[in-house]
């Protein structure tokens, strides 16, 4: 973690004895200042490797089989993703199927494979997903128009993460809020789910501290290496968080409203945070005080109601600085299909999280509202 900790590529290439090295890369990545420091520090540690880019958001299987056939090319026996949790996705299930063998559609659900993926060295680029930390990676079965989730807590996290502020330097200011709203909602979400810990509490209160303290300077100027670096860490402690306790109707909501209308997954869920934040707030109002707290309100002399309902208000008031549309329709979501994507929430079943008991009719009354 910090300013030039890229520098330790190549200590754990070393540890390794990685003599070929297969690199996931967003395609947006590649021309810049930071990729070229990069591929310095590989030429330097005299390792043989191979750049696979080509991957889209919310990447498909198709593209997990073509990034993994270069990887077998290559015969690598070491991974080194570079960019947001999508790209981070595709290295973790390559890394999978270099070692377990079949199709990663084998291995979805939970703990449905025993051999460790080959090492990965993760280097967000984004400051959303996590996904370095997580135990899961998601990727989209394109036939059925399904995003397969992959989790194993203890195997799927990358074997080193990097947190790097001038890896976050050339990020568009639109995809910077975007994925930060992402890392807001999962420290959020984990920290009001109903299998929440004191454990988790703690780390996810120091993870809004962060993200709302940071992710406007961040958002308004990518070099303030600061930010940039709180950002990052905020981003990985809720990474860390949300596998163990679940998320929530936003991320619930959300899955849908990507899928359907081709938003990326930050933007749905900011898009969704607001009603969803207002719905919860009767099941646990304690906390949502605490999270108004978090997020720098006076709440002190506030009866805890009032308190939880100041929680909201910064919720909006974040995402209007952020220039998140205030309703769905704005971001060019139609309401035709709210109905299948309210039966889709509830069978979807996130009540075994979320802090609120909620029935497809009330999915369909938030799509509502927040439309």
Same mark, same amino acid.
């Given at each position: 973690?910090?300013?030039?900790?890229?520098?330790?590529?190549?200590?754990?290439?070393?540890?390794?004895?990685?003599?070929?090295?297969?690199?996931?890369?967003?395609?947006?990545?590649?021309?810049?200042?930071?990729?070229?420091?990069?591929?310095?520090?590989?030429?330097?540690?005299?390792?043989?490797?191979?750049?696979?880019?080509?991957?889209?958001?919310?990447?498909?299987?198709?593209?997990?089989?073509?990034?993994?056939?270069?990887?077998?090319?290559?015969?690598?026996?070491?991974?080194?993703?570079?960019?947001?949790?999508?790209?981070?996705?595709?290295?973790?299930?390559?890394?999978?199927?270099?070692?377990?063998?079949?199709?990663?559609?084998?291995?979805?659900?939970?703990?449905?494979?025993?051999?460790?993926?080959?090492?990965?060295?993760?280097?967000?680029?984004?400051?959303?997903?996590?996904?370095?930390?997580?135990?899961?990676?998601?990727?989209?079965?394109?036939?059925?128009?399904?995003?397969?989730?992959?989790?194993?807590? *203890? &195997?799927?996290?990358?074997?080193? @993460?990097?947190?790097?502020?001038? !890896?976050?330097?050339?990020?568009? %200011?639109? $995809? +910077?809020?975007?994925?930060?709203?992402?890392?807001?909602?999962?420290?959020?979400?984990?920290?009001?789910?109903?299998?929440?810990?004191?454990?988790?509490?703690?780390?996810?209160?120091?993870?809004?501290?962060?993200?709302?303290?940071?992710?406007?300077?961040?958002?308004?100027?990518?070099?303030?290496?600061?930010?940039?670096?709180?950002?990052?860490?905020?981003?990985?402690?809720?990474?860390?968080?949300?596998?163990?306790?679940?998320?929530?109707?936003?991320?619930?909501?959300?899955?849908?409203?990507?899928?359907?209308?081709?938003?990326?997954?930050?933007?749905?869920? *900011? &898009?969704?945070?607001?009603?969803? @934040?207002?719905?919860?707030?009767? !099941?646990?109002?304690?906390?949502? %005080?605490? $999270? +108004?707290?978090?997020?720098?309100?006076?709440?002190?002399?506030?009866?805890?109601?009032?308190?939880?309902?100041?929680?909201?208000?910064?919720?909006?008031?974040?995402?209007?600085?952020?220039?998140?549309?205030?309703?769905?329709?704005?971001?060019?979501?139609?309401?035709?299909?709210?109905?299948?994507?309210?039966?889709?929430?509830?069978?979807?079943?996130?009540?075994?999280?979320?802090?609120?008991?909620?029935?497809?009719?009330?999915?369909?009354?938030?799509?509502?509202?927040?439309?």
């Amino acid at each position: 973690m910090g300013a030039g900790s890229i520098r330790k590529i190549g200590e754990l290439i070393a540890r390794h004895d990685c003599r070929r090295l297969f690199i996931a890369v967003d395609g947006a990545v590649l021309q810049t200042p930071f990729y070229t420091d990069v591929r310095q520090l590989l030429d330097g540690a005299g390792v043989q490797y191979e750049a696979y880019s080509d991957i889209e958001p919310d990447p498909s299987a198709h593209t997990v089989e073509r990034a993994h056939a270069l990887c077998q090319k290559l015969d690598a026996n070491m991974l080194l993703a570079l960019g947001g949790g999508s790209t981070i996705d595709v290295a973790k299930a390559v890394g999978i199927l270099s070692t377990n063998g079949g199709r990663i559609h084998d291995y979805e659900g939970i703990e449905r494979f025993s051999i460790p993926p080959l090492p990965l060295i993760a280097v967000p680029t984004t400051a959303g997903t996590g996904s370095e930390v997580s135990g899961s990676c998601v990727i989209t079965d394109t036939e059925k128009n399904l995003k397969m989730s992959i989790r194993h807590a *203890a &195997l799927n996290p990358a074997m080193y @993460a990097i947190l790097d502020p001038h !890896a976050l330097t050339t990020l568009p %200011a639109s $995809v +910077a809020a975007h994925s930060g709203l992402d890392a807001f909602v999962h420290a959020f979400e984990s920290y009001i789910s109903v299998q929440s810990n004191l454990v988790t509490d703690a780390i996810n209160i120091q993870a809004l501290e962060l993200i709302s303290a940071n992710i406007r300077p961040f958002v308004a100027n990518r070099n303030n290496t600061l930010a940039a670096q709180n950002m990052l860490c905020g981003s990985a402690m809720a990474g860390i968080t949300f596998g163990q306790t679940g998320l929530g109707n936003v991320h619930c909501m959300a899955r849908f409203v990507g899928a359907f209308f081709h938003l990326s997954h930050g933007l749905s869920n *900011a &898009l969704c945070l607001p009603a969803v @934040a207002q719905f919860n707030l009767l !099941a646990c109002p304690e906390k949502f %005080a605490r $999270v +108004a707290q978090a997020m720098g309100r006076p709440v002190q002399a506030m009866n805890t109601i009032d308190a939880a309902q100041a929680a909201v208000a910064a919720i909006k008031n974040l995402c209007a600085d952020l220039g998140i549309p205030s309703r769905l329709r704005d971001a060019g979501v139609t309401d035709d299909r709210f109905d299948e994507m309210a039966e889709l929430c509830a069978t979807a079943n996130y009540n075994r999280w979320n802090p609120r008991a909620t029935t497809a009719a009330d999915f369909r009354a938030l799509f509502s509202q927040a439309y």
